[in-house]
């Protein structure tokens, strides 16, 4: 079952299969995960709020529009959780990068990867959301030009130039750190 498609997969566990469904979670878990962590920033939070995104394709996947993309509407479902948990908070954290950065062994090292991470960290967080949510759904989602613009609901030339204007951004202020 596996091999099929996130939309087959939707239509079989509508049809009364359980087991399409945990192949849908199975496929998307870690994603998710790591896509609510990138924007909230607390591992133990991203968890729960993966858990709420999961919950709620659960109640709502009878109401899923299988002429759009699966991936589109669970990543849409995921930032809005996102949103909502950064509001009742009300602050924006974003996490860091220093598992992406290279292995640094020495002290050196390392004091050079946190400051680049909090560079980077302070960077992000200067950014409009319109430009960060453009930013991260590009990279941390994988979604194309074509899906963000229908998830956010702006032309796709405003996806385009918002996404170019961020990165014009993310390299201007990055000459910072």
Known sequence: ???????HLAERYLK???GALEVLIKRYLKPIYGFVYKN???GEAAEDITQEVFVKVWKNLKKFDRQ????????TIAKNASIDFLRRRRTVPLSTV??????KSDFAGEIERKSIADGFKKTMKSLSPGYRAVILLKHEAGLSFREISGELGEPLN???SRYRRALAALKKLSANF
């Open 16 to 18: 009364g299969e359980e």
């Open 158 to 160: 405003t996806v385009k």
């Open 1 to 7: 079952m596996a091999e099929l498609s996130d939309k």
């Open 40 to 42: 909230v920033g607390d």
């Open 98 to 103: 220093e598992e992406f950065l290279s292995e």
């Open 68 to 75: 759009k993309s699966f991936k589109s509407w669970i990543f």
